[in-house]
């Protein structure tokens, strides 16, 4: 198991970001559940904006019934160095569906843990802006 350099990494950036816009991808495409039950971690947790607290399975269960995002953007990415094998990413999403006028805004927050198979997401967590 490697670990995660320190907050200066610009690699460690660049790693989870390419995470974030890898799960979001999937929440475009409709393969959300599959994508987040493959990095979550089994015990990891989604805070979302309107309160609910899910675990790996009410993930996966909601995101293989929701409807795709049509687009979004990620902006004002910053990276929380925690420890030698967990690292934070904090950013503003905006998400789109179709059909809406406006886009979800939100803060939100991703914890990885570094484990033998990469960063697997340990706790997300966002909250609506605006």
Same mark, same amino acid.
């Given at each position: 198991?490697?670990?995660?350099?320190?907050?200066?990494?610009?690699?460690?950036?660049?790693?989870?970001?390419?995470?974030?816009?890898?799960?979001? *991808?999937?929440?475009?495409?409709?393969?959300?559940?599959?994508?987040?039950?493959?990095?979550?971690?089994?015990?990891?947790?989604?805070?979302?904006?309107?309160?609910?607290?899910?675990?790996?399975?009410?993930?996966?269960?909601?995101?293989?019934?929701?409807?795709?995002?049509?687009?979004?953007?990620?902006?004002?990415?910053?990276?929380?160095?925690?420890?030698?094998?967990?690292?934070?990413?904090?950013?503003?999403? *905006?998400?789109?569906?179709?059909?809406?006028?406006?886009?979800?805004?939100?803060?939100?927050?991703?914890?990885?843990?570094?484990?033998?198979?990469?960063?697997?997401?340990?706790?997300?967590?966002?909250?609506?802006?605006?």
């Amino acid at each position: 198991m490697g670990t995660f350099p320190t907050m200066a990494d610009s690699q460690v950036r660049k790693e989870l970001l390419e995470l974030e816009h890898a799960g979001w *991808k999937s929440l475009c495409d409709g393969t959300g559940d599959e994508f987040y039950g493959a990095i979550m971690t089994p015990d990891a947790l989604m805070v979302l904006a309107n309160g609910m607290v899910m675990d790996r399975g009410a993930v996966t269960s909601a995101l293989g019934q929701s409807p795709p995002w049509a687009r979004y953007e990620i902006e004002d990415v910053r990276l929380i160095d925690i420890a030698p094998v967990t690292a934070a990413l904090v950013y503003t999403g *905006k998400g789109w569906r179709d059909g809406a006028d406006e886009p979800f805004v939100g803060a939100m927050s991703s914890v990885y843990h570094r484990t033998g198979d990469g960063g697997k997401l340990a706790l997300y967590q966002q909250s609506a802006v605006g």
